[in-house]
T-cell receptor
């Protein structure tokens, strides 16, 4: 099993719709979880941290399921500007961060 | 501005040249990372340094040589590169494998 796995997409979603991504991780000892966003030809930027109790930031909701070892990101009322690649990040073995390969999202007008 | 600075932002080099990429952070982070990202491809981890010690070399060819003189600075020395090495090279830093801060990257073109 890969350390961090994501569906690469692309997810083509009409504007205003709700979209959700999952990401699975292999190291049950992982303690830190994040979602990053990367725009074309730019560096990744932190979207939100993922806490055990789940957290929400505006239209974005992140959740952690330790039993099944996955994290999720839900985007409500999607905007054209949400089009990007979303990267799942987990701290792995030897205490280093591991990036997933990303999920591409295209919001369609 | 994330506090991680990479220079140069753009670099064009010939296959026989030697050049170096520089990354600097003054965030007090202990770990620094080099990533390569080719066009429309995922991030590829190259090297990890933790407290100046290299903890990971992800099967990177020897024409890429990292150097970490202290916890704030990370270099990537380049020599005899190939055209397929053209990519965006990103540096990141973390404190204890928590949130990663990225530099803006060096866009490298090998001609």
């Amino acid at each position: 099993r890969k350390e961090v796995e994501q569906d690469p997409g692309p997810f083509n979603v009409p504007e205003g719709a709700t979209v959700a991504f999952n990401c699975t991780y292999s190291n049950s000892a992982s303690q830190s979880f994040f979602w990053y966003r990367q725009d074309c030809r730019k560096e990744p930027k932190l979207l939100m941290s993922v806490y055990s109790s789940g957290n929400e930031d505006g239209r974005f909701t992140a959740q952690l399921n330790r039993a099944s070892q996955y994290i999720s990101l839900l985007i409500r009322d999607s905007k054209l500007s949400d089009s990007a690649t979303y990267l799942c990040v987990v701290n792995g073995r030897d205490d280093k961060i591991i990036f997933g390969k990303g999920t591409r999202l295209h919001i369609l007008p | 501005e994330t506090g991680v600075t990479q220079t140069p932002r753009h670099l064009v080099m010939g296959m026989t040249n030697k050049k170096s990429l520089k990354c600097e952070q003054h965030l007090g982070h202990n770990a620094m990372y080099w990533y390569k990202q080719s066009a429309k491809k995922p991030l590829e981890l190259m090297f990890v340094y933790n407290f100046k010690e290299q903890t990971e070399n992800n099967s990177v060819p020897s024409r890429f040589s990292p150097e970490c003189p202290n916890s704030s600075h990370l270099f990537l020395h380049l020599h005899t590169l190939q055209p397929e090495d053209s990519a965006l090279y990103l540096c990141a830093s973390t404190r204890d494998a928590t949130e990663a801060f990225f530099g803006q990257g060096t866009r490298l073109t090998v001609v």
